[in-house]
């Protein structure tokens, strides 16, 4: 069972991504030809007839897209048109500080929203429900500009604890991880919630009860484990969203 | 309060005085008055009641199940000593599971779907503090005694690798598992198949009087009551009206409410009688308070039953309780035995070998689908004017036979016929003049309706889809059809949720007769109803197909409802035709031993349901 299902999410995982590469190779050669795009609008003919050519842009778009893939198979993946730069490098260097500060953010959702969604449904429509719900909301409709810029007035100005901006101290990594963390731990909360709620009310919860569980028990085995399955579900789209940078 | 049980040698396990239990609203429900109880060591007492009748709020009161926000006031002694019924939740966690143990009805909503069987009975067991090896050694004792040959494989197992007969079993290990001194079981078997329940019940039974537990059994089931109690207490509308013994109580009824519901219970032997159900609809406890709840149904109501609430009074030699002012007489009456029905109408419905496998999805992509073979050489004819019952348990493919004849699923082999032409497929061009011909009725009454359409106006909609009348006619034909099923025409503006089980069932069969169809498929058309409205569907149905020359196809997985409304009965077994049957003389008739094995084990019919099931080797 289980090898076969690790076989099978990676087939997934690889068709996938051979499908999201051809959709955008192919969809973004739709909008037009990408030498005509980078060069200015009243460059020489024989200036895009030389770049159109020096890019392989010529020849037929299969042959370059097997070119493509052909290069990416060895790990190249080309040149970045806007730096002119190896592609691969770009993302390389830049791929831990984002996966730093994705891995800082994620851990301050789960550690603020779960937490906070299991307490506002064990207490549900009490205050302490109400609270936390209003707290998540608003945290997920900040934007980010927003609270990324109150928090920098705050504790970089005002208070000066905090740096402002760049990655000198492990300390710089706070205020980006509270601004982006924020936003997620709201959204987590109410997925929580909702997830938890639906968990009490299975009726083996009450079954348990009947067999003398006490209540902390019967939160940790009976209703949070079978709750983590749609919240597990959102925080893969979330990790998704975080590396993209939907937000 | 008021009457207390007779004197016996023993000293009651648990005694129940004056439970009331309030749930809470805008205006506050009383599910349950005034209810005394007394249950003995070793003995197993019945609570016999409908929908509605408040017998699962007193169960649910006795374990201290019921939420923080309902109220429930008197007192319970178990041993002598009180229970918490005032207090806090946290002081009723020490009594349930160590001192009460709880069966539940639907065993597998009852288990953690994502725990093994193994681990929830370790972690029960795991409270009275054990060690792990001990754990073990109790977990394989306790179900190797309920039955379970390899109890390893069992510990092993999620819920959903077990039948519905195992996983109940793992509810009765369950409740054991601390052995409590009180053993109460809601509705144990009802969503069992007759056969496998005849060996849940001998389980609670043996239990029960092997660890000298006392038992509440609650039920809806008459007949298992009656083959399992030793007494019984009948509730209506959160009172009790009658209690005794059990054998007593039900060949001499002292309540009219349980004279009646006896005699609305359909039987396996003797002549067939015609369906009998109590008229109206059962009542709730919150109904009003100025006289006997059953009254209103009652045809031997006195004024007096109207106007006062009758207290229970011990009748005969004391062992006896009721609260009746106009006892039934010694006898029960009988419905009237239903005329012979003699069908020589042409051939509707030919089936000719037919079969149908379901497949499921691949489970990867380089696997086969599974299949399931559901009907396998099937060959049979209805007839017009005829009503055919196809009995089965579940899993027999009873179901799928009804939908092949609706076109809702088409047979993966042989011929399916109506009137000589290929039965069209739902959805296809075809199809639609033959559902004026054929219409169905679905099992739950709730789930047949929009719920956010009136009534009414969802049985004018085949009307509708056919384009047959103006709104005037359409409005016209809806009214004489809610009045040909008793269906009131005050009903026809309210929201499906408005109106009870019984009531629903009756738009739902006035939909399906709206377009005077000549066949009408019933798939478990009682099944979901209480059983004082079983009887009046059942007999609402013989009446359309005498008065229609309505043809009938009725399937149930319940041999005497098949015999009450059938004149054939065809019976299934594992997607086999077994058997087609004349319904006057069943045992007579039935030559196969399944079919003797599916009267048998219907409980308390006059035949001991000890180990038939064992017998027949049952696999679900």
């Not at chain 2, 409005?475 to 929201?495: H, Q």
Request: aromatic share 6%; hydrophobic share 45%.
């Amino acid at each position: 069972m289980s090898v076969q299902y690790v076989f099978l999410a990676c087939f997934r995982a690889a068709f996938t991504l051979w499908l999201v590469v051809s959709v955008t190779f192919f969809a973004l050669r739709l909008s037009g030809d990408p030498v005509q795009q980078i060069l200015p609008d009243d460059a020489a003919p024989a200036l895009i007839e030389y770049y159109t050519r020096a890019w392989g842009l010529d020849r037929s778009l299969g042959a370059q897209y097997l070119s493509f893939w052909r290069a990416a198979a060895v790990g190249d993946l080309g040149q970045s048109f806007v730096e002119r730069r190896d592609a691969a490098e770009m993302v390389a260097e830049r791929l831990p500080q984002t996966l730093r500060l994705m891995g800082a953010s994620l851990l301050l959702a789960i550690g603020i929203g779960v937490p906070a969604g299991i307490l506002a449904a064990l207490n549900r429509d009490r205050a302490l429900d109400r609270g936390v719900m209003a707290f998540a909301v608003s945290g997920h409709a900040l934007p980010n500009f927003l609270l990324g810029i109150l928090l920098i007035w705050v504790f970089a100005v005002i208070l000066g604890w905090l740096p402002a901006s760049g990655r000198e101290t492990p300390l710089s990594i706070v205020l980006p991880a509270v601004t982006l963390g924020t936003a997620y731990a709201g959204a987590l909360a109410r997925y929580t919630r909702g997830a938890m709620l639906e968990a009490i009310s299975a009726p083996h919860v009450l079954a348990a009860r009947a067999r003398g569980h006490g209540s902390g028990e019967i939160v940790l085995r009976e209703i949070l484990p079978n709750a983590a399955i749609p919240i597990v579900t959102v925080l893969g789209f979330m990790v998704g969203g975080m590396v993209g940078g939907l937000r | 309060m008021g009457v207390t049980e007779p004197i016996s040698t023993a000293e009651p396990m648990v005694r129940a005085n004056a439970l009331r239990v309030t749930f809470p609203g805008s205006v506050p429900i009383q599910a349950v008055r005034d209810v005394d109880l007394a249950l003995f060591p070793g003995k197993i007492l019945g609570l016999v009641g409908e929908s509605g009748s408040g017998k699962t709020a007193v169960a649910r009161a006795l374990a201290g199940l019921h939420g923080p926000s309902v109220r429930v006031d008197g007192t319970i002694t178990l041993r002598g000593a009180p229970l918490p019924c005032d207090g806090a939740d946290t002081a009723w966690t020490p009594v349930r599971g160590a001192r009460i143990g709880f069966v539940f009805q639907d065993a597998m909503a009852m288990l953690n779907p994502i725990r093994r069987i193994g681990e929830s009975l370790d972690a029960t067991l795991a409270l009275d503090g054990s060690s792990r090896k001990e754990r073990c050694s109790k977990a394989r004792d306790l179900l190797s005694r309920l039955g379970f040959e390899v109890p390893d494989r069992i510990l092993r197992s999620y819920p959903h690798e077990l039948s519905g007969g195992m996983r109940q079993r793992v509810g009765l290990a369950l409740a054991l598992a601390r052995d409590p001194d009180l053993l109460i079981a809601d509705e144990p078997t009802t969503a069992l198949d007759v056969l496998v329940q005849a060996d849940v019940v001998e389980l609670i039974r043996a239990e029960t009087r092997r660890r000298g537990l006392a038992c509440l059994f609650v039920s809806h089931d008459l007949g298992l009551v009656a083959g399992l109690c030793d007494r019984v207490s009948v509730m209506y509308a959160g009172r009790i009206v009658e209690s005794g013994p059990a054998a007593d109580v039900f060949a001499r009824p002292a309540h009219r409410y349980t004279a009646a519901l006896l005699s609305a219970m359909p039987e396996l032997d003797g002549p067939v009688r015609l369906g009998q159900g109590i008229p109206g609809e059962p009542v709730s406890a919150s109904a009003a308070d100025d006289g006997c709840a059953f009254a209103p149904r009652c045809d031997a109501a006195l004024s007096s039953c109207h106007s006062a609430i009758p207290a229970l009074a011990h009748i005969g030699g004391g062992a006896r309780v009721s609260a009746c002012l106009n006892p039934p007489a010694r006898q029960a009456s009988q419905a009237p035995i239903r005329p012979e029905l003699r069908v020589v109408g042409e051939i509707l419905f030919r089936l000719e070998g037919v079969g149908h496998v379901f497949r499921g999805s691949r489970p990867a992509p380089w696997k086969a689908r599974p299949e399931l073979r559901a009907l396998d050489g099937i060959n049979l004819d209805l007839r017009r004017g005829e009503c055919l019952a196809l009995v089965g348990q579940s899993g027999s493919g009873k179901s799928t036979l009804a939908r092949i004849l609706t076109g809702a699923i088409q047979p993966s082999e042989g011929v399916v016929t109506f009137r000589a032409c290929p039965v069209p497929a739902l959805g296809s061009r075809d199809h639609l003049a033959f559902s004026r011909k054929v219409q169905i009725v679905l099992q739950s009454p709730h789930e047949s309706f929009d719920r956010r359409l009136p009534i009414g106006v969802q049985i004018a909609e085949p009307l509708v889809i056919h384009g047959i009348g103006d709104r005037e006619a359409r409005r016209k034909r809806v009214l004489r059809i809610a009045s040909e099923v008793a269906f009131g025409p005050d009903l026809l503006e309210r929201m499906p949720a408005d109106l009870s089980g019984g009531q629903l069932q009756r738009a739902s069969i006035a939909r399906a007769l709206v377009l005077d169809p000549d066949v009408l498929i019933c798939d478990e058309p009682v099944s979901a109803l209480d059983l004082s409205l079983q009887g009046q569907i059942v007999s609402l149905l013989a009446e359309q197909q005498r008065a229609r020359g309505l043809t009938i196809l009725f399937v149930t997985h319940d041999l005497s409802v098949a015999r009450q409304i059938g004149q054939r009965i065809a019976v299934l077994r594992h997607g086999h035709l077994l058997e087609v049957i004349p319904a006057t003389t069943i045992y007579a008739a039935a030559s196969h031993a399944y079919t003797r094995a599916l009267g048998a084990a219907i409980p308390g019919r006059g035949r001991t349901t000890a180990g038939v099931a064992s017998a027949m080797e049952v696999s679900p």
